[in-house]
């Protein structure tokens, strides 16, 4: 042995354990689960719900002009409805 080689292990030396299986599923894997019905789903076309807010978070907004685009859109300058905030 010379030249930084380093010497093989004994038969008899302790081998790494292997992991514990994992106690919570993976996060990032994606599991298919059927749509679940509600009864209080709002009906179609209404334009608020029962609490006052807008179905649609653009429907409680006044847009302006476009302030930039992006691969993934635009970017508009908008004031709240409820109340007349930019």
């Given at each position: 042995m010379g030249c930084g080689a380093s010497a093989p292990l004994p038969a008899s030396a302790p081998q790494a354990a292997a992991p514990?299986?994992?106690?919570?599923?993976?996060?990032?894997?994606?599991?298919?689960?059927?749509?679940v019905a509600s009864a209080s789903a709002p009906a179609a076309g209404a334009a608020a719900t029962a609490s006052g807010k807008p179905s649609?978070?653009?429907d409680g907004y006044d847009f302006f002009e476009v302030l930039g685009k992006g691969g993934f859109g635009e970017v508009r300058r908008g004031k709240r409805k409820a109340d007349g905030k930019m």
């Open positions: 514990p299986p994992r106690a919570t599923p993976n996060p990032m894997t994606r599991v298919a689960t059927p749509p649609k978070p653009k």
